[in-house]
């Protein structure tokens, strides 16, 4: 079975049957992208741009977890977590391990998304916590 996440209002759609693409098939069947690359990192960020999502991987910080455990920890219906888990896995943020009947979900780059959250906290300090950002007149680095 394969899922599509659509990024402009964040529905997953599943297909099934001789169409389906493997998952990592479909990850880069629909990259349409600049030279620039700022759709890649416009999928990549849509990951973080839920918050739902965002407790999820905030979840996941503390290792790999199942759907069930997931939902119970963070009061979600199944149905949304796993579209969430679906989502976060398109945007390349999450592995899947297979264990019998169960999957485990886990960061896929752990110390990267680990970077990015702290970078988002200092950024929203700085702007929407109302703390300056440098002088314009200090030299970069200045002590």
Do not use: N, W
């Amino acid at each position: 079975m394969a899922m599509k996440h659509h990024p402009s209002d964040g529905h997953v759609t599943r297909r099934t049957g001789a169409g389906a693409r493997t998952h990592e098939q479909h990850r880069h069947a629909d990259l349409d992208v600049g030279t620039d690359g700022t759709d890649l990192v416009a999928r990549l960020l849509h990951g973080f741009a839920d918050p739902g999502r965002l407790r999820i991987l905030e979840h996941l910080r503390l290792g790999e977890h199942r759907v069930v455990e997931l939902t119970a920890h963070l009061g979600l219906a199944q149905s949304t977590v796993s579209a969430h888990l679906a989502c976060l896995r398109d945007c390349g943020l999450l592995d899947v391990r297979h264990e019998g009947r169960s999957s485990y979900y886990r960061l896929a780059h752990p110390e990267a998304t680990e970077a990015l959250l702290r970078a988002s906290s200092l950024l929203l300090d700085r702007t929407v916590g109302g703390t300056p950002g440098p002088d314009a007149t200090e030299p970069t680095g200045a002590a």
